[in-house]
């Protein structure tokens, strides 16, 4: 989407698909603190008062899985282990203990568990009684966005 400036922090969606939709970011002491657009405000967190503190064993969890034309993306976001399946489907997980998760009650994998295992020093993912062998991928031919 084409943006162009209105205003200080102030944008117009311009381009050939779409214009008029405006979006404003808010400042408090220099830094931006809030986004609008419509009717809808985000604000950013502190993240000193969240409490997100992360289990530092998530750490080896993080990474691709599959192939390379169907990759599993573990991550962190907002203090939770993440995954994107199926290229598009991004979860938040629950930890029911050290390496089970479970996916949330909605999507294409709903409520089902997703299990850290470690063979032969190479760590794997079965989700939904399908197993994803860790990979690694060259930074060149890592999905972008």
Same mark, same amino acid.
């Given at each position: 989407?084409?943006?162009? !400036?209105?205003?200080?922090?102030? *944008? @117009?969606?311009?381009?050939?698909? %779409? ?11 220099? #830094? ?11 604000? /950013?967190?502190?993240? %000193? ?5 992360? !289990? /530092?064993? +998530? ?7 599959? +192939? ?11 203090? /939770? ?5 199926? +290229? *598009? ?9 050290? =390496?089970?998760?479970?996916? !949330? =009650? ?11 295992? #470690?063979?032969?020093?190479? +760590?794997?993912?079965? =989700? =939904? %009684? ?6 690694? @991928? !060259? ?7």
């Amino acid at each position: 989407m084409g943006v162009r !400036p209105l205003a200080t922090d102030q *944008f @117009i969606a311009d381009d050939r698909n %779409s214009y008029g939709q405006q979006f404003t970011f808010g400042r408090e002491n220099g #830094q931006v603190s809030t986004f609008k657009t419509g009717d809808d405000q985000y604000t /950013k967190l502190d993240n %000193s008062e969240q409490g997100n503190t992360v !289990p /530092k064993e +998530w750490e080896k969890y993080v990474g691709y899985y599959g +192939w390379p034309h169907n990759l599993m993306r573990i991550f962190i976001r907002d203090g /939770k282990l993440t995954c994107i399946v199926e +290229w *598009f489907y991004e979860y938040p997980l629950e930890q029911l203990d050290t =390496a089970r998760f479970r996916f !949330p =009650a909605y999507g294409l994998y709903e409520s089902e568990t997703l299990e850290f295992v #470690q063979r032969d020093e190479q +760590w794997e993912v079965i =989700a =939904a %009684s399908v197993r994803f062998k860790r990979i690694q @991928i !060259p930074k060149s031919e890592l999905p972008t966005g």
